[in-house]
């Protein structure tokens, strides 16, 4: 076969309570929906004369590749508060890991394709819709800026899984800085593996922060430091984006700091901060307004499995920990302040810009505005080219007067403040438009694709995809793509497919 991948393995060799070996099984008809050719060249894949039907074949699990090591991951976590303290991949399967381009480790993962010694009661399958909504936002984040797994393939697999309903199935291939996430180290700090644990450990150190030094005493709360910061950067990065991840369990957050398991995430059309889109979450837990919070909590749950790793008595150990979840608290501030600074056009931060924030977004509620238009758009009232502020306003024609009232007092300030601390308004309006997208999956959207693909027309995900793939540019040929939903459009509700 002309399609060869150089896997190393490395998971593989930690203890074996880390994982059970297992094979793909195989589907009846697998058919290539799409292939990240982009994404393979990264990987160093080599794929010179691969037919479709021969990636279909591999990327489905009915073939291995040569030096793949297929095995399912053990890790447990809190699902929505409660402990589970059995989850693992029950419907995913590594096949290992690879040195890219860079240099970088990269994991390369199959989901849906049949059962694992941790699916409990599932089929291990993956209906259609799922994996492409995966594809679509792995994809999306990539493209906004965001860490994140990424989508190397998609198959319809020929056969249908039963969910709510009938419905096409497909196999996902998942590619990750690492699937480590932080409920594999609650599973052995649960069951008191201290061999997995501290093999995990310096895995983890070696794998993705090797910059703290192996010999340092305290490598260990470093390590958790680091794994903290990240998080509150990411999670930062979602909230200036508008995007919901619906299902933040302790076991769908990696220590690497990536955006994983796209399941009923969404991104907001109008602005609530109380927003929440997944089906299964129905006392909002998830909400957009509390995804910094579950963070340090999700952080908290980690720190609790890591605290017999690092220096100390117990109660040194469990300072160590309280001031590195302190300091999440103002890295997730720091960062979010500095990302909002950049929407608004300022270079840097200063005294008064949280709360010039803060109001606007209060008026953004008040007024159900749409948040990545109103971003967007603002940047058209900056610098020489700017445009008549009613003219801007008219966007949002549906707005009470009383908001119009209050946002003309909000752009007053806000242009005064951008005209006194910015040089180059020029430069300031670039600095808008490279963090206010003009395109995001908005939900509809991402509906209309999947709709479309289980009826067996894949031009519509495409299609999609295309016009995400720059969505800091507002090309012509992909306007509509940067409409919000009309009412009869929003779709609120959203559903993760397992």
């Known amino acids: 076969m002309s399609l060869s991948m150089s896997f190393v393995n490395v ?97 390369v993962q199959l989901k849906g394709c049949g059962r694992t010694p941790f699916s409990r009661n599932g089929d291990g399958r993956s209906p259609l819709g799922a994996a492409l909504r995966e594809y679509i936002m792995c994809e999306a984040m990539h493209a906004l800026g965001v860490p994140t797994t990424r989508g190397l393939a998609v198959v319809n697999s020929g056969e249908y899984v039963m969910r709510q309903q009938r419905e096409p199935g497909a196999v996902f291939t998942r590619v990750a800085a690492s699937h480590i996430r932080v409920g594999t180290f609650q599973h052995f700090a649960l069951r008191d593996d201290k061999v997995a644990l501290h093999a995990l450990v310096e895995h983890v150190l070696a794998r993705h922060y090797p910059e703290i030094d192996p010999a340092a005493e305290d490598r260990c709360v470093q390590l958790f430091q680091l794994i903290c910061r990240r998080q509150a950067e990411l999670i930062a990065r979602w909230m200036l984006l508008g995007f919901i991840h619906g299902v933040m369990n302790t076991d769908n957050m990696t220590v690497s700091g990536e955006t994983i398991d796209y399941g009923p995430c969404a991104f907001m059309d109008a602005y609530r901060a109380s927003t929440v889109f997944s089906a299964i979450d129905e006392s909002g837990r998830y909400a957009y307004c509390n995804q910094p919070a579950v963070g ?49 056009g300022f270079s840097d931060v200063r005294d008064g810009d949280e709360v010039r924030s803060e109001k606007l977004l209060h008026l953004l509620e008040q007024g159900r505005l749409d948040y990545t238009l109103f971003f967007r758009y603002l940047s058209d009232l900056v610098g020489e080219a700017a445009c008549d502020r009613d003219r801007f306003l008219a966007r949002f024609n549906h707005t009470a007067p009383t908001v119009l009232q209050a946002l003309h007092v909000w752009l007053d300030d806000w242009q005064q403040q951008l005209a006194s601390r910015e040089r180059d308004l020029h430069v300031a309006r670039e600095r808008m438009q490279a963090v206010n997208p003009a395109i995001i999956p908005r939900n509809h959207r991402v509906a209309a694709a999947i709709s479309a693909a289980e009826a067996g027309d894949y031009s519509v995900f495409v299609s999609l995809l295309n016009a995400l793939a720059e969505p800091y ?8 793509y940067q409409q919000a939903p009309t009412p009869r459009e929003q779709v609120l509700r959203t559903f993760c497919g397992t």
């Not at 501030?333 to 909002?340: I, N």
């Open 296 to 344: 340090q909590w999700n952080l908290a749950r980690l720190a609790e499995a890591l605290l017999t790793c690092f220096p100390g008595d117990e109660k040194t150990a469990a300072q160590y920990a309280a001031d590195a979840l302190n300091d999440y608290t103002v890295q997730y501030q720091q960062a979010w302040e500095r990302g909002m600074a950049a929407k608004l």
């Open 473 to 480: 540019k507002a090309h012509t040929q992909y306007e509509a």
């Open 11 to 107: 998971y593989a060799t930690l203890p074996e309570s880390c994982f059970e070996r297992v094979q793909p099984t195989p589907v009846k008809k697998p058919r290539m929906i799409r292939f990240n050719f982009k994404l393979a060249d990264e990987l160093g894949i080599c794929y010179d004369g691969a037919t479709a039907e021969e990636l279909a074949a591999l990327f489905s699990g009915n073939q291995l590749f040569e030096d793949a090591d297929p095995l399912a991951m053990a890790y447990c976590g809190h699902q929505f508060g409660h402990l589970n303290p059995q989850l693992g991949d029950g419907r995913a399967i590594l096949l290992g890991d690879l040195i890219d381009q860079t240099g970088n480790r990269r994991d």
